[in-house]
């Protein structure tokens, strides 16, 4: 099986520049299938209380419930019958009870690896509110309806309430409100990151993190002497590949790569934490680092 060239091509820019790996380490527990979770920063009241806010999610989303402090987002499009009741994918909102400084969030979520946005330290300092976003009963349903419930969700509030910064939660970056609109359903639930490895001079990683929370493998590329963001956007063409196919690309699948590269696929554990099941893509000699059997 080979790509060519008519995969998505929305990819994520990484500019060279070092950020610590933390690897895989032996023993820990891989990362499986589970929530997309947010926080929407604000300078300000978000008024996510207003008479006004709730009658606009009524209209939005049939069948919002509110009770003190929670919002729950029905997506009826996408529902299913158990015991006689129809459940459907969902989208929670609550303003947290505890209040969290910014300072405190970006050391949570540093901003090396929110590549589409390197302004976003200076940014988030001023905000002293914050909304959290995240999926109800979403275990039974793929990624596509996943992800698009819960964009629409995002971007209605982005909408709505004009929050200065999106921050992912179990990818740790960063993100401008703005770029919802334009970017790749992909972009914000999956981050691309790149690592220079610093005991191999010269050897570099980049890797997708997040397809793991939609059931799918994430990927990663370990490699030397070729342009990061070239293999930045190869990657996560290939995370939108299996976005829209499912985990499809099996083991010795080979892969047609920009300039000629050609790539070879396997599953493995991911070289750089969380621990996580990635496909690799080995860019065969003179441009693979490091050691494989």
């Not at 309806?145 to 004009?162: C, H, I, K």
């Amino acid at each position: 099986m080979t790509f060519g060239q008519d995969e998505p091509q929305q990819a994520e820019q990484a500019q060279a520049g070092q950020a610590e790996a933390r690897p895989a380490q032996t023993g820990e527990t891989a990362e499986g299938k589970t929530l997309l979770v947010a926080e929407l920063w604000y300078q300000g009241d978000p008024g996510l209380s207003s008479a006004t806010l709730r009658e606009q999610l009524e209209e939005r989303f049939p069948g919002a419930a509110f009770s003190e402090g929670v919002i729950l987002l029905p997506h009826r499009e996408h529902s299913f019958e158990l015991r006689g009741k129809t459940v459907s994918l969902s989208t929670g909102l609550a303003e947290p009870s505890e209040p969290l400084p910014a300072a405190a969030a970006l050391e949570a979520t540093p901003t090396d690896q929110s590549w589409t946005w390197p302004d976003a330290d200076q940014v988030v300092p001023g905000c002293t509110h914050r909304i959290l976003v995240t999926e109800v009963l979403s275990s039974t349903f793929e990624p596509k309806p996943r992800v698009e419930s819960f964009r629409s969700v995002l971007q209605f509030l982005v909408g709505e309430t004009n929050p200065a910064a999106v921050r992912w939660l179990h990818n740790s970056h960063w993100r401008q409100p703005g770029e919802l609109e334009a970017a790749h359903p992909l972009a914000g639930p999956v981050n691309m990151r790149f690592f220079l490895v610093t005991d191999d001079e010269g050897a570099m990683v980049v890797d997708s993190l997040g397809m793991y929370q939609l059931g799918l493998p994430d990927v990663q590329i370990h490699f030397r002497d070729k342009d990061p963001n070239m293999l930045v956007e190869l990657a996560f063409n290939v995370a939108a590949y299996l976005y829209e196919n499912g985990p499809v690309i099996a083991g010795g699948t080979t892969l047609n790569g920009p300039d000629g590269l050609v790539l070879t696929c396997s599953w493995e554990d991911s070289l750089i934490g969380p621990l996580r099941t990635v496909i690799d893509l080995d860019p065969g000699e003179p441009f693979a680092a490091g050691h494989r059997g």
